[in-house]
């Protein structure tokens, strides 16, 4: 008999968790990097540093040290130097360091951050993205150093755009995104390109004469922020800032192909669709501009990565990528409950994936040389790993095991995938997830999990939370909504127009009719429904509809949405959002109304918990406020937990110990009302 293991997953056991991201390939194919995060548990921060793992297999290396922030590694052109981003000085910066070993040094010193970056061709120079501190911010950080921290605060915030807060970086600086060049060998830095708006996401082209990068640079950048250009400039900085023409619809992401005549992008044609409401697709379009065309027409689904968990939270999983002849791009697309690598073929177009395994593709790189593949790649079992395997397929092979120290003393939860059909409605896709010493005899509470967004998706990946709970013996059920992504256009979009709380409510009580039904070991009478953010709001919307469920946690919640739209930092968006850009809340009054659980919380019986953070910019404290104030005058059992100085990405990205409080507060109320 199998030795058992010690103990399921336990909320402390987030000091244990490592989560790497990013795939990068040396020049010669044999070293892959990728940067792993960890907490130091003694100040209770998170650091980020990078490893080196040798293909062919081995164990992995740590490459840089020190409680820092060393993130994207790039490659040189000639494999020698590994450059990457790091806060080490405070702010973000870049740095260099030999990939033969020795000390990392910072290649530039530049007043402001750098945020992104991309080898020339030949390695002499690099283009960065950079964004200049403010004169401002500059003198109260001296005031500070100076130990006058009351001095340090701004006199007054003096407020001119519509867009000047942002969830997760705080009140916006004056300056923009600008273009810089950076020799390789003296950190020497040359402005490129600077104007009012921001600038993104540089490539040089394969002759390194020139820079493709992307901007929006509309004069209504801020009521249509996702309407993004492609832009060419000389690397030389002579001659002017010219447009590719592409199409009305916003351009991300361009890639020049070997050749240099052709660009790679994502997008979509239509400018006045929303991003739920059409699938993000993959384009070609000559370099200097001209009618673009789909590759991913028939597919679908959105070519990029639209899944979520709670250790690597929403990951960008890189650029599309030429094969060196230019006949094929790959790029990851969210679908059925995974993110997959896919290949896409120029000529005549269509893609089909090469690596479909059930979790998510957090990052990728191809040796087309060799004809390998390899990704970083995260499944039920693991928050991410590094694999290998044939380009044409074959047998995966897995390169590391970042987190199983710890993770192989662990009894995870059981999961079972379910896929309800319907005849007049669409599929639903979900999960039941059991104790790790389930009985089939024994009845159990259960707990009825929704996801944020709404416009993303559950995935086949592994989930923290979810193991915790299973492991104070909760049967968790979580599913896919319409409204998510990765099922179609069509199912994505169902909740604009006709509103949240329409459709998305209707799939998830059928999906728990369905578990119910199914699963005779949930105990009907002790039910709990929770989740964050449009999970919140589902969680509002559900308690001021039905009684079926014996206690709730809202969790960064929306709840109001006449005085969302003007505090939250995204909120003035909404009439977008929901399928009319030119109609606020207050301009479709009977609509907004009934869209907003504060309407219907009146009818809440409910014993609830909120759960909110005081620099929540997405979904502001007054969200939470308001239903914690209107369950208490209503006499419902109600308690509020406030998280200070945390902001919307508390449950994933926020203070170790305020994470860990977080979850014990959320089981300890189940515990209350669900096993009594």
């Given at each position: 008999?199998?030795?058992?293991?010690?103990?399921?997953?336990?909320?402390?056991?987030?000091?244990?968790?490592?989560?790497?991201?990013?795939?990068?390939?040396?020049?010669?194919?044999?070293?892959?990097?990728?940067?792993?995060?960890?907490?130091?548990?003694?100040?209770?921060?998170?650091?980020?540093?990078?490893?080196?793992?040798?293909?062919?297999?081995?164990?992995?290396?740590?490459?840089?040290?020190?409680?820092?922030?060393?993130?994207?590694?790039?490659?040189?052109?000639?494999?020698?130097?590994?450059?990457?981003?790091?806060?080490?000085?405070?702010?973000?910066?870049?740095?260099?360091?030999?990939?033969?070993?020795?000390?990392?040094?910072?290649?530039?010193?530049?007043?402001?951050?750098?945020?992104?970056?991309?080898?020339?061709?030949?390695?002499?120079?690099?283009?960065?993205?950079?964004?200049?501190?403010?004169?401002?911010?500059?003198?109260?950080?001296?005031?500070?150093?100076?130990?006058?921290?009351?001095?340090?605060?701004?006199?007054?915030?003096?407020?001119?755009?519509?867009?000047?807060?942002?969830?997760?970086?705080?009140?916006?600086?004056?300056?923009?995104?600008?273009?810089?060049?950076?020799?390789?060998?003296?950190?020497?830095?040359?402005?490129?390109?600077?104007?009012?708006?921001?600038?993104?996401?540089?490539?040089?082209?394969?002759?390194?004469?020139?820079?493709?990068?992307?901007?929006?640079?509309?004069?209504?950048?801020?009521?249509?922020?996702?309407?993004?250009?492609?832009?060419?400039?000389?690397?030389?900085?002579?001659?002017?800032?010219?447009?590719?023409?592409?199409?009305?619809?916003?351009?991300?992401?361009?890639?020049?192909?070997?050749?240099?005549?052709?660009?790679?992008?994502?997008?979509?044609?239509?400018?006045?669709?929303?991003?739920?409401?059409?699938?993000?697709?993959?384009?070609?379009?000559?370099?200097?501009?001209g009618k673009p065309r789909c590759l991913s027409t028939d597919l679908d689904r959105p070519v990029t990565n639209l899944s979520l968990n709670d250790t690597w939270g929403m990951a960008w999983s890189g650029y599309p990528r030429w094969s060196p002849d230019g006949r094929e791009i790959y790029t990851v697309v969210t679908t059925d409950g995974n993110t997959e690598l896919y290949r896409f073929d120029v000529e005549p177009g269509g893609g089909a994936p090469v690596f479909a395994e059930p979790g998510v593709v957090l990052g990728y790189d191809i040796d087309f040389e060799r004809r390998k593949l390899y990704a970083l790649f995260s499944d039920q079992q693991t928050p991410g790993d590094l694999y290998s395997r044939e380009l044409d397929g074959g047998q995966l092979k897995r390169l590391t095991r970042v987190n199983g120290a710890w993770l192989n003393r662990r009894d995870l939860g059981h999961i079972e995938e379910v896929w309800i059909n319907s005849r007049n409605k669409p599929q639903l896709q979900g999960w039941v997830m059991t104790p790790p010493d389930f009985n089939p005899r024994k009845k159990y509470p259960g707990i009825l999990y929704i996801h944020g967004g709404p416009h993303v998706a559950y995935a086949r990946a592994i989930f923290h939370e979810f193991n915790y709970l299973a492991g104070l013996d909760y049967v968790v059920f979580f599913c896919n909504p319409r409204g998510s992504h990765g099922y179609g256009a069509a199912f994505t979009s169902a909740i604009m127009k006709q509103g949240w709380g329409t459709v998305d409510y209707e799939d998830v009580m059928r999906f728990t009719d369905h578990v119910l039904k199914a699963h005779k070991f949930i105990d009907p009478q002790r039910l709990g429904v929770t989740g964050g953010s449009y999970g919140g709001y589902m969680t509002n919307w559900i308690i001021g509809h039905t009684q079926r469920f014996k206690a709730a946690v809202t969790q960064r919640s929306v709840s109001n949405f006449f005085s969302f739209m003007g505090t939250s930092d995204g909120g003035y968006m909404f009439g977008q959002v929901f399928g009319d850009r030119d109609k606020t809340p207050w301009q479709d009054r009977e609509r907004f109304l009934e869209m907003s659980p504060m309407t219907h919380l009146p009818n809440a019986k409910t014993p609830t918990l909120v759960i909110h953070s005081e620099g929540d910019l997405r979904a502001p404290i007054e969200q939470g406020e308001q239903v914690y104030v209107q369950l208490k005058l209503q006499g419902v059992e109600t308690e509020m937990v406030r998280f200070p100085q945390e902001t919307h990405e508390l449950s994933r990205g926020g203070r170790m110990d305020r994470r860990i409080e977080r979850l014990k507060r959320i089981s300890g109320w189940f515990d209350k009302y669900l096993k009594k």
């Open positions: 008999m199998a030795k058992k293991k010690a103990h399921p997953i336990a909320a402390e056991d987030l000091y244990l968790l490592k989560q790497p991201m990013f795939c990068r390939l040396s020049p010669d194919g044999k070293t892959l990097a990728m940067a792993i995060s960890s907490i130091d548990k003694a100040e209770n921060k998170k650091r980020m540093n990078l490893f080196l793992q040798p293909v062919r297999g081995g164990e992995l290396r740590q490459f840089t040290q020190g409680k820092n922030g060393d993130a994207n590694p790039q490659f040189s052109p000639d494999g020698k130097l590994l450059a990457y981003t790091s806060s080490r000085n405070g702010k973000s910066q870049l740095y260099l360091i030999r990939t033969d070993g020795g000390e990392s040094w910072p290649l530039t010193a530049m007043e402001g951050s750098v945020a992104d970056f991309t080898w020339a061709p030949d390695g002499k120079s690099l283009c960065v993205v950079f964004r200049p501190q403010d004169e401002e911010a500059k003198k109260r950080e001296q005031l500070a150093k100076q130990g006058k921290p009351e001095l340090a605060e701004p006199m007054v915030r003096h407020i001119t755009r519509l867009h000047y807060r942002l969830e997760g970086a705080g009140y916006l600086p004056d300056s923009r995104f600008e273009l810089h060049i950076v020799n390789a060998k003296t950190g020497k830095a040359r402005l490129l390109f600077r104007d009012e708006y921001d600038n993104f996401t540089p490539q040089f082209t394969p002759d390194g004469k020139g820079i493709i990068f992307a901007s929006n640079k509309n004069p209504d950048y801020e009521l249509e922020p996702m309407l993004y250009d492609l832009y060419k400039i000389r690397a030389d900085g002579k001659g002017k800032v010219r447009k590719i023409e592409t199409f009305a619809g916003p351009s991300f992401a361009p890639v020049v192909s070997p050749d240099g005549k052709w660009l790679a992008f994502t997008g979509w044609e239509d400018p006045k669709k929303f991003w739920p409401e059409i699938n993000i697709q993959l384009f070609v379009v000559p370099i200097d501009g």
